[in-house]
């Protein structure tokens, strides 16, 4: 099936630094990607919607400046997640939309993400 | 409150059937998805079933829908170990916007 991964799988930086993860598509090309964020216990947050070429679009209540998204190739979208606090420790979760094969959505294995 | 809703445990014996429920409020969405996450992994597509349809089944696995109460099942025949993780329900949609709501999981505990 169809492959998503990721990089790095997890990181930990210190609050007020900038971290970048990378989702890329292996197998296929993804004309939309998404980003997700796991918070314990709870189900995966949409965050925002990654097109190829232009501007993400970005949930409610989402900020854009904090969680910088670029789709630059059909293939790799990366999310920023920029002046990280501890409050931003969470797993981030993408997936990728095959153009061409309908609706599924094939996830990313996750980026643990823990600000000190 | 969620949109997607579903019951945050449930524990079965090795070779049990396991039952996973979902219920679900948006009567326009066309996708109906369950979704394995297995502990300090990413998500894996299980099946899905297009809302038009009753029932679903591919091997093990049995997706029931009840379009009328929006009310979705995952029937998982002689449950293994392995089937041990966490199950998310999600409902999506067809066209430009491809919004993918997921409900809070479900944690599967098999007990050997």
């Known amino acids: ?116 | 409150g969620e949109d997607v809703e579903q019951s945050l445990f449930l524990s079965v014996r090795e070779g049990d059937s396991s039952v996973i429920n979902c219920t679900y409020t948006d009567s326009s969405s066309t996708y109906l998805y369950w979704y394995k996450q297995e502990p300090g992994a990413g998500l894996q597509l299980l099946t899905y079933i297009f809302s038009n349809m009753d029932m679903k089944q591919d091997q093990r696995l049995t997706v029931l829908l009840n379009k009328k109460d929006k009310h979705l099942s995952l029937r998982i025949a002689d449950t293994q170990t392995g089937d041990s993780a966490i199950y998310f329900c999600a409902e999506g949609y067809t066209g430009g916007y491809q919004k993918v709501t997921f409900g809070t999981g479900t944690k599967l505990q098999v007990i050997p």
């Open chain 1, 1 to 116: 099936g169809a492959v998503v991964s990721q990089h790095p799988s997890r990181v930990i930086c210190k609050s007020g630094t900038s971290v970048k993860i990378e989702c890329r598509s292996l197998d296929f090309q993804a004309t939309t990607m998404f980003w997700y964020r796991q918070f314990p216990k709870k189900s995966l947050m949409l965050m925002a919607t990654s097109n190829e070429g232009s501007k993400a679009t970005y949930e409610q209540g989402v900020e854009k400046d904090k969680f910088l998204i670029n789709h630059a190739s059909l293939t790799l979208s990366t999310l920023t997640v920029t002046s990280a606090h501890p409050e931003d420790s969470s797993f981030y979760i993408c997936s990728a939309r095959d153009s061409s094969s309908g609706e599924t959505q094939y996830f990313g294995p996750g980026t643990r993400l823990l600000v000190l």
